[in-house]
């Protein structure tokens, strides 16, 4: 060996030993650095053909377990996400308080059972009625608070999604930004384990708050895509936009997250088409999305339809019995139905007017099955029956019964054993003549039209329908222009035969609800209406208004739910009598102090009730204290379930990382002891550079 290849060899040896003390001394030094991964250095022998020439760093490495890093994102991505759904829940929680104490929702209704049945044993104690009338209200109160709030929520879920995507552009510009100087030091050194550290906490970062994954492309540099494949990093990074709504209600629709794509020169952005929120599956972002637009949105849902069975049950009761004294006039809610319409009721109603002491003035009983088929029969055959001592009449959708005489009142009853029927619904609560509640929407759509009927609708009005899927993505959309002189059965069709016609099924029951059934594999669609300029004659009465379409006419049965106005005012019109159908003219047909209302109001308490699916619980019957139960328990059991799978999510976290530092993290005594070896090669590397110094000086001085 040539003194020159001594001298070679030993610089080589001094630079290999020089890099590795530094790369030991990043170790030590960064011994408590979270998330830090310890670099070693790789040697190879340097070679001059088949010569030894020394020795060369073949690359500084990052000591990682490529499998554990993807699961750890992985369950970092669930813990985050579990983490703020728990966060929205506990809020949830902390409003409900607990099922039993008086203040909760439970406490509530039980509440108003109470004030019944004290007001069932005393019906003429105003102090009494006037409790039952606050009691109500006060559940409407405790409803509308929870539904609200809900609302509230999920405009903060929206509001934290905006902040969450700048987030997310902010670590992808970072990472895009690492990437080339980490492969520049790469081709360059070998020596780019500082950026590349710096780019591991940006990812660490990156999932929590989105599933990600990591290609990697060659040098150290990576690629970004959601698990689902829709890159978010390559050749060019992509930018998220959201813009959040500034105010939230049951029918907002929530604009998607939508991708562009960025031009690394100029930095303009073009947009992709594209959308991100069908491609989440984890992280902050989803468990964001998830409350929004599911979680939350199924608690507003079996709120409403709590509050929807409450109003519609004690309204059933309220509309068959009478207050003492009767009324001077009754006027139902808008209905859209108009005297043409067929009536479709089966069974027997009594319109009768009495006067101040409750003594029956005169009386008809309409026979449905034998007056004739729409609603013109129904009021001809009543004001001839009452012989001008009381008028029924229907404008704009809001049917009338009045007593001609100032000092008379009406009533509208049932005839026990053959009621009077429309689609579940007696003729006085059809047409909420007697309504004791009311609330934004009553929730219940069962209109009796059948398909054959004529729609009614003014020619020439038009719906705006939007199918979307989830987080708001627009999957479909159409507008339908009503035609005149068609019928309902023309009205489906012609949805079902336009775009929207493949995601979903409209249809018509037998009760006269227009459904909609999402298509096979569409399950999380919802239909959405955008705008609604139709009128059902001179009704005022939208299409989407007649039939309830969408869900927000289910959630807002829970918004200004409280007793009517008329009620609230006169408490003593409150209909706790019964009309006794035997009575003559001139006997007594309502009988103060009656308790047969009361009772029946307060039997509610103990009735089951066929209730409908709503949010994540199934079709079923109880009571409605009962049905109150389970909405508290569902609710507590969607904290639970958030709460419990956070847990296991930052157990497992724990386990990886914990597995992850025995394999990446830096050991003292390890990294000392290589210090030991290297300073001992570079002691020995100057050593053999010492020794051809003097090999030179002794040629030297020989020469």
Known sequence: ????????????????????????????????????????????????????????????????????????????????????????????????????????????????????????????????????VSRIDAFGDEIGMLAENIQVMRLDASTQIAETVEKINGLLERIDFLNPLIVKETVASGDAGSLMEQRSQALSDLSELIDINIIDSGNNKIDISTKSGLYLLGNTRRELQYNSPGVVSSSTPFPPISLYDVDPTTGSLSTTGLTLDENVASGEL??????????????????????????????????????????????????????????YFTGETIFAVTDSAGNLVNSVTIDFGVIGTNFADVITAVNAGLGGDGSLSLNSGSLTFAAASGTNGVSISQVAGNESDRSGRGFAEYFGMNDLITARSNGQYETGVQGADLHGFIGGGTMHLQIKGKGGIDLAEYTLTITAGQTFNDVINDLNSSSLGFYTTFSLSSTGELISTPNAGFDFTRVHVQSDVTSRGTTGTTLSEFFGI????????????????????????????????????????????????????QELENENVNIRQAGGLNAFNSSLGQYAAAVLADFGFRAQLAEGFGEDSQILLGELNQRSQSISGVNVDEELSNMIIYQNAYASSARMLSVAQELFDEIIGIV
């Open 1 to 132: 060996m040539t003194i020159s290849a001594i001298i070679n060899n030993s610089l080589t040896g001094l630079f290999t030993s020089q890099t590795a003390l530094k790369t030991i001394t990043d170790n030590v030094s960064n011994v408590n650095t979270e998330g830090y991964a310890r670099k070693v250095v790789r040697l190879d022998p340097r070679l001059t053909g088949s010569q030894g020439a020394g020795v060369e760093i073949s690359g500084i490495e990052r000591v990682v377990d490529k499998f554990l890093v993807k699961s750890t994102y992985e369950t970092q991505g669930q813990a985050s996400r579990y983490e703020l759904e728990n966060t929205f829940h506990s809020r949830m929680q902390a409003l409900l308080g607990r099922p039993d104490v008086n203040s909760s929702l439970s406490g509530k209704i039980n509440d108003v059972f109470n004030s019944m049945s004290e007001l069932a044993l005393n019906p003429l104690s105003t102090i009494l009625k006037e409790s039952v």
């Open 286 to 343: 989803f468990g964001l999305l998830n409350i929004r637009d599911t979680e939350l949105v199924a608690m507003s849902e079996e709120l409403g339809s709590l509050a929807s069975s409450v109003m519609n049950e004690f309204n059933r009761v309220h509309n068959e019995n009478v207050a003492a004294p009767p009324p001077n006039f009754l006027t139902g809610s808008n209905t859209g139905m108009g005297s043409a319409d067929p009536h």
């Open 550 to 601: 969408g869900n927000r006419y289910l959630i807002d049965a829970a918004f200004d739910f409280g007793v009517v106005d008329r009620i609230a005012d006169d408490v003593n019109l409150l209909s706790l009598a019964k009309f006794d159908d035997t009575a003559l003219v001139g006997q007594t047909a309502v009988s103060f102090g009656d308790q047969r209302g009361g009772i029946a109001l």
